[in-house]
């Protein structure tokens, strides 16, 4: 290596031969050759002047805001969640004064304010058959009504502001009371002359004896697009599914088709319902798992349901519901625990609040919901969601406000 | 977004073959794997992380290194906040859905406390803080982080509060003014404990960088409500030479909040989906702002902290300050974060098998329940805390809770026969006797078909367990 190439190797030189040279008027180089285009590196060096900053440069720091801008992703997707009407009004066959449509959406739940769900989520509350037990932060609001599923359904639709009832017959179960479809049907007309709403129906989730319940239910109530809840591949398997779907479809209600947190059962339980009515009749309940006890296979389900769906999967292209008042199985809603964990009268609630917010996040479009605080957050912050304020929020510091 | 840039390969997109060509290929074993490529498929899949590759640490390979981290680099950039054993990554995401790859780095949740605070209740609510905490399924949920405030604006009073604190916890610590005088006094006094500077505005940025420079911290930048401003800061910051940025695109109360959820969402999706730097960086929720809206009684504004928190979680918040102390605001998020960041690809489950509790023989009661983690855990803390003596046969329910699994025919009469037979429940116990959960009571009969054992439906909750023994066991004959 000559001199030469020992300069041009060392990045270490500048500076060096500037601290050397620091100071020094004129200097002397002894056996030494260069050419014309080496002085360049050497300029800068500034020989006799003061030290002038050497290379590696330190990096200009901005004294003015880099102004950017935010343009959101412009992700459009294929698919449309189908557009279920549940409830049918008197011109429509039904008696109903009001009803709901749900699904439309073409976008993820919630991701931009350009691609809101069509219509808000509905909230649909709780009526039981029978005395059942129940956490006592739910059974106190609702203890004078207990007895009588209509008068419970009323309260539900006047004080509370339901926006549907799901009568529960509960009491049809064979390991319960083992009610006759008959006396079922029944009390879905007393609740059908109490409130007009529309209804879902709930039945006991024994296959054979829903399927009884269903069709009698279906025949009575004809033309008043229930929501009946659920059919299954249980009763595909005791071959009772064809009667139920047969009835829902001659009698004009909606099925809604349960299924154990699983994509492939959700999908061809549909496609055994598409044989019988048209996917506009057709709502998917993928199973609501408590907080704490496994929330997060509902979550995802439904995030993968719904993105499946966008993308283009038309047999899951149905709106989805969730039964948030599973949110009480946990022990954590109903259970005395230590005092620092708060008292259950407000943990309960506080669960099916969450348990129902963070499925309205993962594009749930139909709430089966209890506890009327719960309720009330769900419908403000569906609101707040409808309508989100994209013309800027007021001035707030949380960073120096006294609490 | 910064221009230039190759697309970046989403994790999805990286498969373990270019992960392979990118490791030494000598099949050292060293990583306790049979070769290299059994290695890159478990690291692609987020099963080891690169340094559980002992030899990409030295010189040799350096160059592999620094490319397979830029490979592997996660589109939100991980930033650590504290120091030592309790310090704490945020960020490091490398999906927009869970179901995707899995969550990474469990967002931490920091409680406030301020510098107006006599010192003693200072200390007294850092201890509250760090002792908080709840058992579920085997493991202790806690809270992470102390969020300092300075609500007097004065820097002694900042930098007293900030003394106090940093003697007491070791937990990372957040300052929290947007006066840089106030947070150079502050951060004076935590100065080796690398702390979260909250944060770097329009109007402050410039000073809010030079400290976090000169201190090697972490700083916020803090745009409430304009991803634009938002963007602005990063770059500026980034320019600055300040690479741990976290993002705060404001959490604002009631009807604001639903702008929020979107502005979380839109920036993530940005990172993750448009590859846009400048949005990859951890996100700051601040349920805490709902005590700066309306005013309402202090349980209604703990309700709306609660459910703030709560969708920030599900929406993508990497690191969560709050208020609240109350146990019934804290609950939900402990459990939801230890939920939401577990791996999708793999249910929180237990082994199926036999477990005995006390000194069990041959009349004793058996029962069975499922392997998800959480019903096992429940059941077993009901058995011990009635001091049972009794046999419990774990059914592998594919890691599926009783209710699920009953509903989704995981737990059938075939499945718990079959669980019998494996588990030779014959020579456990001399009686004929299941105990089956009471949420199962439904596949009683069947139950009996199937194994030829009598079946007693238990209760639907296994605190009822003491209770139900007492009365039921022995069994009377029925017949």
């Not at chain 1, 002397?28 to 300029?43: A, K, N, T």
């Not at chain 2, 190759?6 to 000598?26: C, G, N």
């Not at chain 2, 999706?269 to 005013?295: K, M, Q, R, V, Y």
Request: charged content about 25%.
């Amino acid at each position: 290596m000559n001199e030469k190439e020992k300069i041009r190797a060392g990045p270490g030189l500048g500076p060096r031969l500037l601290a050397l040279l620091s100071g020094v008027d004129r200097l002397e180089l002894e056996h030494f050759e260069m050419e014309i285009g080496d002085l360049e590196i050497f300029v800068p060096v500034g020989f006799g002047e003061r030290p002038a900053p050497a290379a590696p440069v330190q990096p200009v720091r901005p004294t003015e805001l880099i102004r950017e801008g935010f343009s959101p992703a412009a992700g459009t997707y294929p698919g449309v969640i189908r557009e279920v009407t549940l409830g049918a009004a008197k011109k429509d066959g039904g008696s109903r004064g009001s009803t709901v449509v749900i699904g439309g959406s073409t976008a993820p739940a919630f991701s931009s304010p350009d691609r809101l769900p069509p219509h808000p989520p509905p909230i649909a509350m709780d009526v039981f058959d029978m005395d059942i037990s129940l956490p006592k932060a739910l059974k106190a609001a609702v203890a004078d009504v207990v007895n009588d599923p209509a008068e419970w359904a009323r309260m539900n639709v006047d004080r509370f502001g339901a926006e549907l009832v799901t009568v529960h017959l509960m009491s049809t179960d064979p390991l319960i009371a083992d009610r006759s479809p008959r006396e079922a049907a029944d009390t879905v007309e007393e609740v059908l002359q109490a409130v007009d709403v529309p209804l879902i129906v709930g039945g006991c989730g024994d296959p054979k004896k829903d399927a009884e319940v269903f069709t009698e239910v279906a025949e009575r109530a004809s033309g008043e697009r229930l929501l009946i809840n659920s059919v299954t591949l249980d009763m595909a398997e005791a071959k009772t599914l064809e009667g139920v779907a047969a009835a829902a479809r001659d009698h004009g209600h909606v099925l809604l088709a349960f299924t154990g947190l699983e994509l492939n059962s959700a999908k061809e339980l549909n496609r055994r319902l598409y044989e019988f009515l048209p996917p506009e009749d057709v709502v998917m309940d993928l199973t609501t798992v408590a907080l704490g006890y496994g929330l997060e296979y509902s979550f995802t389900i439904h995030e993968r349901a719904r993105l499946a769906a966008l993308m283009g999967d038309a047999e899951l292209q149905h709106p989805t519901i969730s039964a948030s008042t599973n949110a009480w199985a946990a022990r954590e809603a109903w259970l005395n625990m230590d005092p620092v964990y708060g008292p259950r009268e407000i943990r309960g609630p506080v669960w099916e609040t969450c348990n129902a917010l963070i499925l309205l996040l993962a594009g749930v479009d139909i709430f089966m919901m209890m506890h009327p605080a719960a309720v009330r957050t769900m419908r403000d912050i569906r609101t707040w969601l409808m309508q989100p304020d994209t013309a800027g929020s007021p001035r707030y510091d949380w960073a120096s406000t006294r609490i | 977004m910064v221009a230039g840039k190759q697309q970046k390969k989403s994790i999805k997109e990286i498969s373990p073959i270019d992960v392979y060509k990118l490791l030494p290929k000598t099949n050292c074993r060293e990583c306790g794997e049979a070769n290299c490529m059994a290695f890159a498929t478990k690291l692609v899949n987020g099963e080891y992380t690169i340094p559980d590759c002992p030899p990409l640490r030295t010189d040799e390979y350096s160059h592999l290194l620094q490319e397979l981290g830029d490979l592997l680099a996660p589109p939100v950039k991980a930033v650590t906040i504290g120091t030592g054993e309790r310090a704490a990554i945020i960020g490091g995401k490398y999906v927009l859905y869970r179901h995707d790859f899995t969550y990474h780095n469990p967002t931490p949740i920091a409680v406030d406390v301020t510098d107006g605070m006599p010192e003693q209740e200072l200390v007294e609510r850092i201890k509250a803080i760090e002792g908080f905490s709840y058992q579920y399924i085997g493991r202790t949920l806690t809270l992470d982080a102390v969020a300092i405030r300075s609500t007097s604006g004065d820097p002694g009073r900042f930098a007293a509060a900030v003394r106090t604190a940093a003697a007491v916890t070791e937990h990372p610590l957040i300052l929290c003014t947007l006066d840089p005088a106030v947070m150079e006094a502050g951060l004076s006094e935590a100065a080796d404990r690398r702390p979260l500077l909250y944060a770097a505005t329009e109007g402050n940025w410039q000073e809010m960088a030079e400290l976090s420079l000169r201190f090697g911290a972490p700083l916020v930048a803090s745009a409430p409500g304009d991803l634009a401003l938002l963007r602005s800061l990063a770059a500026t910051l980034t320019e600055y030479g300040i690479s741990d940025i976290v993002l705060d695109p404001g959490t604002f109360p009631d009807a604001g909040f639903a702008g929020s959820i979107m502005a979380f969402t839109m920036l993530r999706n940005a990172a993750c989906a448009s590859h846009d730097e400048l949005a990859g960086f951890p996100l700051l929720g601040t349920p805490i702002a709902a005590w700066a809206g309306e005013e309402l009684s202090r349980e209604a504004v703990q309700w709306k902290e609660t459910y703030m928190a709560a969708m920030l979680l599900s929406r993508h918040a990497d690191l969560l300050i709050m208020h609240s102390m109350e146990g019934w605001a804290l609950l939900p998020q402990l459990i939801w974060r230890f939920n939401i960041y577990t791996d999708p690809r793999k249910p929180v489950s237990v082994d199926p098998g036999v477990r005995t509790f006390g000194s069990p023989d041959g009349q004793s009661p058996l029962l069975i329940t499922t392997n998800y983690a959480l019903t096992y855990f429940t059941v077993e803390a009901d058995i011990k805390s009635a001091h049972l003596d009794c046999y419990l046969i774990v059914a592998d329910t594919s890691g599926i809770s009783v209710e699920s699994a009953v509903a989704g025919r995981y737990l059938t009469a075939e499945s718990m026969a079959e669980a019998l037979r494996e588990n030779n429940a014959e020579a456990l116990v001399d009686h004929r006797y299941l105990i089956i959960p009471g949420l199962a009571a439904r596949l009683s009969g069947e139950t009996e078909e199937a194994s030829g054992w009598r079946v007693l439906v238990g209760p639907k909750d296994s605190s009822g367990l003491a209770r139900f023994i007492g009365e039921r066991w022995p069994p009377k004959d029925e017949e």
